[in-house]
C-alpha cells in the first residue's frame, strides 16, 4: 500500500513518525498500527506527554542543560562541588556521567560538536558562554569531557584553545573510552575511570 492509498490521518502520523531519528518508513508504519490498536486514553497520554516536552521543559542559562527549572538543579545543589565544570556534548552526556556517582561537579552542556563539514561552527555552541561563566567566576578545574571521535577531539581543541588565557587548569578524560564512540553509550565502569583516570590537558 503506497501513502497515497493511505488514510490520511494514518498517513500523517506515518509521515511524522518518519522524521525521528533512527525510525525508518518500516518502523514508522508498525508504530503508527501499534497506536491504531491502542485505547484512546494511551493515545491522548502520549500526545500530552509530548505536548508537556515542549512546554515545560527549560534551558538552564548558566550550564545549558535541559530541565524544569532554570538554573538547574545542579547548578542550585549547594553539596555539588563549584570549582570543578565538566564540559560535554549533549544533555544526555550529563545522565551518563551522573550515573556514576563519581563527578559531583557543575556541568556546561555545548548543545552539538564542533563540526565544519556539517555545519556546526563554534557559534552553533556553547562556547562563548562557556568562556564568559569562568571568567565571572573562575574554578579550579574544567573537564572537557567530549566524545572520543574527531569532532569531540575537534571541539576538545577549540575549547583549550579558548580558555588557554583564562589560566584555569583544562582536564580531558582519560583513554579507555572506546575511539569513535559516544559518552552516552560508554558503560558506568569505564566513565567512572576515564573520569577519575583524567589528565591536564
Ligand atoms: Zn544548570
Known amino acids: 500500500m503506497t501513502a497515497q492509498t493511505l488514510a490520511e490521518p494514518i498517513a500523517r502520523l506515518i509521515a511524522e513518525f ?23 486514553e494511551e493515545a491522548q497520554s502520549l500526545a500530552a506527554a509530548i505536548l508537556d516536552l515542549k512546554e515545560k521543559i527549560l534551558t538552564c542559562n548558566t550550564c545549558f542543560n535541559l530541565g524544569t527549572h532554570d538554573p538547574c ?41 564542533f563540526s565544519p563539514m556539517d555545519g556546526v561552527l563554534e557559534d552553533d555552541l556553547r562556547i562563548r558562554e562557556l568562556v564568559r561563566r569562568v571568567a565571572d567566576e573562575p574554578p579550579e578545574e574544567i573537564i572537557v569531557a567530549t ?19 583564562s589560566g584555569v587548569q583544562v582536564t580531558r578524560l ?28
Not at 87 to 109: I, N, S
Not at 147 to 165: I, M, Y
Open 73 to 113: 538543579h545542579i547548578c542550585t545543589d549547594p553539596t555539588r562541588d563549584r570549582q570543578r565544570i565538566c564540559v560535554v556534548e549533549e544533555p544526555l552526556d550529563v545522565l551518563a556521567l551522573e550515573r556514576t556517582g563519581v563527578y559531583r561537579g557543575q556541568y556546561h552542556v555545548l548543545h552539538g560538536s
Open 147 to 165: 566524545n572520543a571521535t574527531v569532532e569531540g577531539e575537534a571541539t576538545a581543541n577549540l575549547l583549550r584553545s579558548r580558555l588557554q588565557s
Open 18 to 40: 518518519g522524521k525521528l531519528p533512527t525510525i525508518g518508513p518500516k518502523t514508522a508504519q508498525r508504530l503508527t498500527y501499534f497506536l491504531l490498536r491502542q485505547s484512546a
Open 174 to 201: 582519560a583513554q579507555g573510552l572506546p575511539i569513535g564512540s559516544d559518552l552516552e553509550y560508554a558503560d558506568d565502569y569505564t566513565l567512572s575511570r576515564a573520569l577519575e583516570g583524567r589528565r591536564d590537558y
